[in-house]
């Protein structure tokens, strides 16, 4: 890991020179000076600029953007420029167009249109990370690489045959003969044994559901292609550079199909992009739950915020603006959550192109605006934050989180479809919040001994180490909770028998018969006076302490919500979908018996997250009400300078970070 942060935190955005004339750059570098920026991302997409004829390189505006912004005392971040192909590459090589499962093919036009297993894309992208880190590894400007841009963003899927002929060869490595991979993929289930490994596809428009596993397989392997582009860009960049290297994964974002807890460790830092949903009105909490997330990948060590808008973006239906006050309070709360970083896309809007209507750092009315305003507040209020950075975030509690689980559990013909993923991880994620509680989310193999409380929901798909590791922690006195739908398959997709939730039964107690997924929209109740939807099965418990039971629907009296005393610790299961106050009541529970904290109880809406490193803690109040928020802490405001004694009151829509009296540090 090379080292990547400075003296400050990171402050900046995307930076697209080549979209403007040359004139603009100089007022470009004044305004980002008045701003307080440090750090842009240059170069993302220009590689038909950088090379606008294959092997004809033109570094010449990059050479001056450069010099420019070294001149101004900004940092670069400068892209590897790979991150989508110049329309050369599509006219002289077609092959590397990507296919969608029907065969349709992804024209250029918009961006990312080739094949991720292409060896023609390989071989020119890397001929230019090759050119460009030769030119720039010893450019002062230059402070950290980025590889591509959001991997697998609109290309993760690619049918054609190259990508075919690449699949073959990632089964030939996973299962070395066709014997296991039958055995793996269950073939023997509607004559589909393989005889050959040439008979072999990418699962593409069949009949009717394909094979699961084959599924499966082809989702890791996708990943896997998507990873091995960063993973020769980075060889490439290691041999030539001594800055560290990025890419800007996209966690928390609904974005599903790459497994950045395997990516993390190619990477010097782990940088992520996150927007806002603006049609919900809890995307604080979503935000919440995407750096926890990031936080998670990166081990819990700090980790940078590449991207996001300082209001609204123009991909999603009704792009909402942010309103006065959210831009400051979305940043301040990744920066709480562990990033020592804030950077957003992009620096000066657009004129033209499909992003014209995204914000920016300098909108189109220019820095006369708000927008501009809350940019150089925030500039100033990072400036004032420096001495955080490099400290971790307080957590007792962990979510446990897997992609492969995500992948599994949303696959076709399944018991219900209302059952996805990421449905009772937001839930949970959100009743913690509401608590005050902050959860790393990590992935199962994280060694969860440093935690007190750990969450499992919706852990479909587990390996049996994982699922050993979750008994463990309870033998040594944790308490777990498990969801609904969790422990059903090992690795390879096939039930794990004897009862739900298989890989879980013996540590929860419990053992499921039958599943009785709900119909849309019914309800049922339990005794303790819940309701709950979606779901529910018919279990018994074995060993197991009845918590509730279903007072009506397909199964009145069956046990809904288990307690089982294992070792120094308890497992609990909740076999249905609870509604939201029942929700709270769980986590209130569980909370309580595992011994969690909140860093210091606060009215609900304001966000309350401690970081800290071996002396000092700081205190992040994010207020997110219309009324003044009260908490009892000691310390210094880092973006006032005042001093609080023993209270604190934090204006609606306002932010506090205060460096805690050690007294309260040592809590
Ligand atoms: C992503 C991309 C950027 C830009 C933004 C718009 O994060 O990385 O290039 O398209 O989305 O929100």
Redesign the pocket.
């Known amino acids: 890991m090379r080292r990547w942060q400075g003296d400050q935190i990171f402050f900046g955005g995307?930076y697209n020179p080549e979209q403007w004339p040359e004139e603009t750059w100089a007022e470009d570098v004044d305004l980002m000076r008045r701003a307080g920026v440090n750090l842009v991302s240059v170069g993302?997409f220009s590689w038909a600029l950088l090379e606008p004829a294959p092997g004809r390189y033109e570094f010449g505006w990059l050479d001056r953007v450069l010099d420019l912004l070294h001149a101004g005392g900004i940092g670069v971040d400068l892209a590897t420029a790979t991150a989508s192909p110049p329309p050369w590459l599509a006219r002289a090589h077609p092959e590397t167009l990507p296919r969608r499962a029907d065969g349709t093919v992804l024209w250029p036009g918009g961006r990312q249109a080739y094949c991720p297993s292409s060896p023609v894309f390989r071989d020119r992208s890397l001929a230019l990370v090759e050119a460009i880190a030769g030119r720039y590894a010893e450019h002062p400007a230059v402070v950290m690489w980025h590889v591509s841009?959001?991997l697998g963003c609109h290309n993760v899927h690619c049918y054609c045959d190259v990508s075919a002929e690449a699949f073959r060869t990632w089964l030939r490595d996973r299962y070395g003969d066709l014997d296991r991979l039958n055995a793996a993929w269950g073939t023997a289930f509607w004559t589909q044994r393989y005889g050959d490994w040439a008979e072999i596809n990418p699962p593409r428009t069949a009949p009717t559901f394909a094979n699961p596993t084959q599924q499966l397989d082809f989702l890791r392997f996708s990943s896997d292609e998507q990873r091995a582009q960063l993973r020769a860009e980075r060889e490439v960049l290691r041999r030539l550079v001594r800055q560290p290297v990025t890419t800007?994964f996209m966690i928390g974002t609904g974005i599903k199909y790459l497994d950045y807890h395997s990516w993390a460790g190619d990477v010097d830092l782990v940088a992520n992009?996150h927007?806002l949903t603006a049609a919900d009105p809890r995307a604080h909490v979503n935000l919440a739950l995407s750096a926890d997330h990031t936080r998670g990948v990166a081990g819990g060590e700090p980790w940078l915020l590449m991207?996001h808008?300082t209001s609204a973006?123009n991909?999603q239906p009704r792009n909402v603006a942010k309103t006065p006050g959210q831009l400051r309070r979305n940043s301040l709360a990744h920066v709480a959550r562990g990033a020592d970083g804030v950077l957003f896309?992009q620096w000066r809007a657009s004129r033209a192109g499909a992003?014209k209507f995204?914000s920016a750092l300098v909108p189109h009315a220019g820095p006369d605006t708000k927008v501009f305003r809350e940019v150089c507040q925030l500039g100033a209020d990072l400036g004032a934050l420096a001495e955080v950075r490099g400290s971790r975030v307080d957590a007792d509690v962990a979510i446990l989180f897997d992609y492969e689980a995500w992948w599994g559990v949303e696959l076709d013909s399944h018991p219900s479809v209302d059952v996805t993923y990421s449905d009772r991880l937001a839930a949970l994620h959100d009743a913690l919040w509401r608590a005050g509680i902050t959860a790393d989310v990590v992935h199962p193999s994280t060694d969860l001994g440093r935690y007190r409380l750990v969450l499992a929901p919706t852990l479909y798909l587990v390996r049996d180490a994982d699922a050993d590791a979750l008994r463990r922690f309870v033998e040594g006195g944790g308490t777990a909770l498990v969801t609904y739908f969790s422990g059903v398959v090992d690795e390879n997709d096939h039930i794990r028998l004897g009862g739900y939730p298989g890989a879980f039964r013996e540590l929860l107690g419990v053992r499921t018969e039958e599943f009785f997924p709900l119909r849309a929209g019914e309800r049922v109740r339990l005794d303790d006076g819940a309701t709950a939807d979606v779901w529910t099965e018919w279990l018994h418990p074995e060993g197991a302490e009845v918590l509730a039971s279903y007072a009506d629907g397909p199964l009145p009296g069956v046990a809904a919500v288990t307690r089982h005393a294992v070792g120094e610790g308890a497992a609990w299961y909740l076999g249905t979908r609870l509604d939201e106050a029942a929700t709270d009541a769980l986590v209130a529970r569980l909370v309580a018996e595992s011994g969690v904290r909140p860093a210091v109880p606060a009215a609900p809406g304001v966000e309350v997250v401690r970081r800290r490193d071996d002396e000092r803690s700081w205190l992040f109040v994010i207020n997110h009400t219309g009324d003044p928020a009260r908490l009892s802490v000691s310390g210094v405001d880092l973006l006032t300078g005042a001093r609080c004694d023993g209270e604190l009151t934090v204006p609606a829509g306002e932010v506090a970070v205060i460096r805690e009296d050690p007294a309260a540090a040592a809590a």
């Open positions: 995307d993302i841009n959001e800007n992009d927007y991207e808008s973006v991909w896309f992003e995204h």
